[in-house]
């Protein structure tokens, strides 16, 4: 039975074997829309050059076991996110992946850069990102997809890793972004992270924090962490 989506960031479990099934489509955006879709990208790109337009997951069907859906251009999902009212048109569900990363002294928060296109200033557990083709394969693979933004965002490597499965996925209110949970774990300590992370990721966050496991309790309470990664912590 597909799972129907309501409220404010609400989640649904997802089994352990829940996989992602690529099914064709073909969407048909008339001229004004593909204008529309245009003029947005290029007032994005004029504020932040380095803008790409890769390809993106967009869900259409979603159940505990199975996440169904197509690839589609990024900048359809950003006009999409910048004017949410088009969602009864372009009818877009961008997929992410984000990870719960737990190293031998606790869990790893990362403060999402001030100047970032989405969601500045708030605590999200990375990595995070949308999925994304990185290469000529038409599938899916939920782990290669989060080890992909782990070495990205936090300079860690794949072989210092080990990616649990799918817990949950959760929607975010107006942009329709799903985040596919997943916890993360290495034998490195957070201080070895956070060296990795200053040597050679990018700059999606401006600080990381260690929640220490029997700190967790306070981090919960606090109102500044992404509702997907207060899930994952509260779950972990």
Same mark, same amino acid.
């Given at each position: 039975?597909?799972? %129907?989506?309501? /409220?404010?960031?609400?989640?649904? !479990?997802?089994?352990? $074997?829940?996989?992602? =099934?690529?099914?064709? #489509?073909?969407?048909?955006?008339?001229?004004?829309?593909?204008?529309?879709?245009?003029?947005?990208?290029?007032?994005?790109?004029?504020?932040?050059?380095?803008?790409?337009?890769?390809?993106?997951?967009?869900?259409?069907?979603?159940?505990?076991?199975?996440?169904?859906?197509?690839?589609?251009?990024?900048?359809?999902?950003?006009?999409?996110?910048?004017?949410?009212?088009?969602?009864?048109?372009?009818?877009?569900?961008?997929?992410?992946?984000?990870?719960?990363?737990?190293?031998?002294?606790?869990?790893?928060?990362?403060?999402?850069?001030?100047?970032? %296109?989405?969601? /500045?200033?708030?605590?999200?557990? !990375?990595?995070?990102? $949308?999925?994304?083709? =990185?290469?000529?394969? #038409?599938?899916?693979?939920?782990?290669?997809?989060?080890?992909?933004?782990?070495?990205?965002?936090?300079?860690?490597?794949?072989?210092?890793?080990?990616?649990?499965?799918?817990?949950?996925?959760?929607?975010?209110?107006?942009?329709?972004?799903?985040?596919?949970?997943?916890?993360?774990?290495?034998?490195?300590?957070?201080?070895?992270?956070?060296?990795?992370?200053?040597?050679?990721?990018?700059?999606?966050?401006?600080?990381?924090?260690?929640?220490?496991?029997?700190?967790?309790?306070?981090?919960?309470?606090?109102?500044?962490?992404?509702?997907?990664?207060?899930?994952?912590?509260?779950?972990?």
């Amino acid at each position: 039975m597909t799972a %129907l989506f309501s /409220g404010q960031w609400p989640l649904l !479990p997802l089994l352990p $074997s829940c996989f992602v =099934r690529v099914v064709p #489509h073909k969407p048909a955006y008339d001229s004004a829309l593909q204008d529309e879709i245009e003029r947005i990208w290029a007032e994005a790109c004029r504020a932040i050059p380095a803008l790409f337009n890769g390809c993106v997951f967009s869900a259409t069907r979603i159940t505990s076991g199975c996440i169904d859906g197509y690839w589609t251009e990024y900048k359809s999902v950003l006009a999409q996110m910048k004017k949410p009212e088009l969602f009864p048109i372009l009818r877009l569900q961008p997929l992410a992946v984000i990870g719960l990363l737990e190293t031998p002294d606790g869990f790893v928060l990362g403060r999402r850069h001030p100047s970032s %296109l989405y969601q /500045g200033n708030f605590w999200q557990s !990375p990595p995070a990102g $949308s999925i994304e083709k =990185r290469d000529n394969t #038409h599938n899916v693979d939920l782990k290669e997809q989060l080890l992909a933004e782990a070495e990205e965002e936090l300079g860690l490597p794949a072989d210092l890793l080990e990616v649990g499965p799918p817990r949950l996925v959760a929607r975010h209110p107006g942009t329709r972004i799903l985040d596919i949970g997943m916890p993360l774990k290495t034998n490195c300590s957070f201080q070895q992270v956070k060296a990795c992370w200053q040597a050679s990721a990018n700059r999606e966050y401006d600080q990381l924090a260690l929640v220490p496991h029997e700190h967790r309790a306070e981090w919960l309470a606090r109102g500044d962490i992404l509702p997907t990664s207060r899930a994952l912590l509260e779950q972990a």
